[in-house]
């Protein structure tokens, strides 16, 4: 097939790939370059796309190129998930970026549920609650599940070795945990609620303090069976959020992150007891004691009447930016699918291997990974981006 040739694709099915991408295609017609009549008469049928548009098409919508082949539109690959926005917000649906990550995260759900079971794993022990449930006896009977003490909390090292603890918790409990590289535009995280396999994923745009609160944020929708993706980090002034399961989940996780006992007793070694806090660098001590977030930090201090909103507003913009600079060696894809999707898929994947559950076609399609590297990467060191 030249790269002149037309291709005789399905109509219908490329105008389902465009809908679940979300791009329009004015956005498709730019990233091919081709005018905008000649790139709407390939959705209705009136012409055909020459071979090198259909690849660059392709690449756009993150889809095979076989997909434009098939003879009708295949079933829904975008799960359903409620679009949370704070008040105000001009965003009304999920972008391409959302759409493809949910996408990725459905279909690794879905065959790690098989893989599970194939494997005689029970499911998980999550409980069911209702929002009219108070979060604080929520929070402390999941930190009792997860197994994870203030002192343990208090004693990690840095942010990413907190963040890279939570996630070991929350897998070791039977949640599947993504990192996904989904840019700032982005949600700050989804979830999916799946009997075997319920899966939560953080958007890396942020830094380790604020994943960890998304991440917990999102289990507070799985104990809720809300399947949703937040664009929202952490919340604003309850009089202006109308979303009462978001709100739930929000203070679920702040009270998850910093119970009160805890928090109250360390405002008296700061011998601060029963005062005010008014200062960010008072806020900013609470906040890498506990290895939180300054926001999360701020918000639960509101919450307990220790501080007022003048606070919340005097906090940096940046503070949930990623540390600049860096440096250390680059990974390879191993590495980054690790990282990505975490230690236990891995693992799931290495054992199903191993007993003839899936085969080396399987791993190298559902990770992208070539067999021979889950050995590598089995016994690493925790992942790269959940380090400081």
Not at 206 to 220: D, I, Q, S, V
Request: proline content about 7%.
């Amino acid at each position: 097939m030249g790269r002149g040739t037309e291709v005789p694709i399905t109509p219908s099915v490329l105008q389902w790939a465009v809908e679940e991408s979300g791009y329009s295609v004015d956005e498709l017609a730019q990233a091919t370059r081709v005018p905008l009549d000649a790139t709407k008469e390939w959705g209705t049928g009136k012409s055909r796309p020459l071979l090198t548009h259909l690849r660059k098409l392709a690449a756009k919508l993150k889809r095979p190129f076989a997909t434009f082949l098939l003879p009708k539109p295949p079933k829904s690959t975008v799960p359903a998930v409620e679009f949370r926005r704070p008040p105000g917000s001009e965003r009304r649906e999920l972008n391409p970026v959302e759409r493809r990550s949910l996408r990725e995260a459905a279909r690794l759900q879905r065959i790690v549920s098989w893989i599970a079971k194939e494997l005689n794993q029970g499911p998980p022990n999550l409980p069911r609650v209702r929002i009219s449930t108070e979060p604080g006896r929520v929070a402390s009977e999941a930190r009792a599940r997860l197994g994870i003490t203030i002192e343990q909390q208090v004693s990690w090292p840095s942010a990413g070795a907190a963040l890279h603890a939570w996630r070991t918790a929350l897998e070791t409990s039977g949640v599947t945990v993504l990192l996904l590289p989904m840019g700032r535009q982005a949600c700050r995280g989804f979830s999916l609620w799946d009997d075997q396999t319920p899966l939560v994923a953080a958007n890396t745009a942020w830094n380790a303090e604020a994943r960890m609160f998304t991440l917990l944020h999102e289990c507070g929708h799985l104990l809720t069976r809300t399947s949703s993706a937040c664009l929202e980090g952490t919340y604003r002034r309850a009089r202006a959020q109308s979303d009462e399961t978001e709100r739930w989940c929000e203070q679920f996780a702040g009270l998850l992150l910093l119970p009160l006992d805890a928090l109250v007793g360390y405002l008296e070694h700061l011998g601060l007891s029963g005062r005010q806090v008014t200062d960010v660098e008072t806020v900013r001590k609470i906040a890498r004691h506990f290895r939180v977030s300054l926001r999360a930090t701020t918000l639960r201090l509101i919450d307990l009447d220790r501080a007022n909103w003048s606070l919340y507003a005097a906090l940096p913009r940046w503070v949930d930016d990623k540390p600049r600079g860096g440096g250390g060696t680059g990974r390879n894809r191993a590495q980054i699918k690790r990282d990505e999707y975490g230690p236990r898929t891995v693992e799931l994947f290495a054992t199903a291997l191993e007993q003839d559950v899936v085969s080396r076609a399987d791993v190298l399609d559902y990770l992208d990974l070539p067999p021979n590297a889950i050995s590598k990467v089995r016994s690493q060191t925790p992942p790269l981006d959940e380090r400081d």
